[in-house]
């Protein structure tokens, strides 16, 4: 008899974040797979004797390759099990969510999806701002600042990236913003745009800095290969104190 998969969204990795649903389904699992960033406190919440697997993948370092982790989703659920795949932030945005429910489809697998709280939310709600706002700022983008070579995407909308009434949302940009940044600014976003960088959203290690485009991509291009999770959001409503 096949299991079933829950694909649950972890948020930034605060216990307090996660929805009921997704807390439930991790207390009824047989099988946690779970990401680098949905580890920790978070897994505290499986029940004692669940097996809990390690699929992380992380800019930098040594990763589980996407095929690997299907075939794992594949294989314990159709031994019966009730599997959770637990994905940081929300599994639908930037979280390779498409290619892992495919694999279940092709294999006949039965699973559901809980939301959860992405980190441009977190990110504006740790800064005191909204991401919106009533006749100004009334649209939102995310944006992956990385294609699958881990360099900035070339078919992006600069136009639309580049609008200074848009609150902007970049994931996985800490390298290529400085790249990103130039081109927006070639597009005429003032470089005194401001932005909001966070990393380490909802750890003890925290970082919230604001700045405007041009400061944030001098400052990375000076910072190296840092592996840290961060995004970065510009528009008007960035620099925006609490």
Not at 27 to 48: N, Q
Not at 159 to 178: H, K, S
Request: some cysteine; charged content about 20%.
């Amino acid at each position: 008899m096949s299991g079933f998969v829950s694909f649950i969204s972890a948020g930034p990795g605060d216990p307090e974040l996660l929805t009921l649903k997704g807390a439930a389904r991790l207390r009824e699992a047989d099988v946690v797979l779970y990401d680098d960033l949905a580890s920790g406190a978070i897994l505290e919440l499986a029940r004692p004797g669940a097996n809990l697997v390690a699929v992380g993948k992380r800019a930098g370092r040594p990763s589980t390759k996407q095929q690997h982790v299907n075939r794992l989703l594949v294989d314990y659920a159709a031994s019966g099990a009730r599997v959770v795949r637990l994905k940081s932030g929300d599994a639908g945005i930037f979280g390779r969510l498409e290619e892992e429910i495919e694999t279940l489809r092709a294999a006949g697998i039965g699973y559901e999806i809980v939301p959860g709280v992405t980190s441009a939310c977190v990110a504006a709600a740790q800064a005191g701002i909204p991401l919106t706002r009533r006749h100004t700022s009334r649209r939102v983008q995310f944006v992956t600042g990385a294609d699958v070579t881990g360099q900035l995407p070339q078919n992006l909308n600069w136009a639309a990236l580049a609008d200074p009434d848009a609150t902007t949302v970049v994931y996985m940009g800490r390298r290529t913003f400085p790249d990103l940044a130039a081109k927006l600014i070639a597009q005429g976003l003032a470089p005194e745009t401001p932005a909001l960088f966070a990393e380490s959203l909802g750890r003890a290690d925290e970082r919230l800095v604001r700045t405007t485009i041009a400061e944030l991509a001098e400052e990375l291009a000076r910072g190296g290969a840092a592996t840290t999770a961060a995004v970065i959001l510009f528009g008007a409503l960035a620099g925006e104190s609490s």
